[in-house]
């Protein structure tokens, strides 16, 4: 179980270590606009914006993610391969980032169906 937890917290810290590459972006449009930070994102393009999309996903993965390891811990469903398949899902979510900032449309792609697959299968165990 402590692989679940963990990967629930690495889940949970992905989001705002996704936010760092925005940041950057945000400050190198004139200096981050703390005041309007939204109103500057929406002004990014290329990579800033690529970084930007990639950390709202973080946060849209992190609910399906969350939900099947607090649902497998619930159930007392912590067998190894769900715990393999929450170290596979965090595994593809860095590297779905990191193609996002690359700007790999393809395989960025393939690394999120992976990644999304992973919580529906641990789901699917608890049944």
């Not at 992190?62 to 390891?69: E, M, N």
């Not at 715990?83 to 979510?93: K, S």
Request: with cysteine; net charge positive; proline share 3%.
């Amino acid at each position: 179980m402590t692989i679940l937890i963990f990967s629930l917290i690495v889940a949970a810290l992905l989001p705002y270590l996704a936010k760092i590459p925005v940041a950057a972006a945000m400050h190198k449009l004139g200096g981050y606009d703390n005041n309007h930070p939204r109103e500057q994102q929406a002004k990014l393009d290329g990579f800033g914006a690529r970084a930007l999309a990639a950390h709202q996903n973080a946060f849209e993965s992190l609910i399906v993610f969350s939900t099947a390891i607090l649902l497998a811990i619930a159930t007392g469903t912590t067998s190894d391969s769900v715990q393999w398949l929450a170290l596979i899902h965090i595994g593809f979510r860095i590297v779905y980032h990191i193609l996002y900032l690359v700007n790999a449309g393809t395989l960025r792609s393939i690394a999120w169906g992976i990644a999304m697959f992973c919580p529906f299968a641990i789901m699917g165990q608890c049944l």
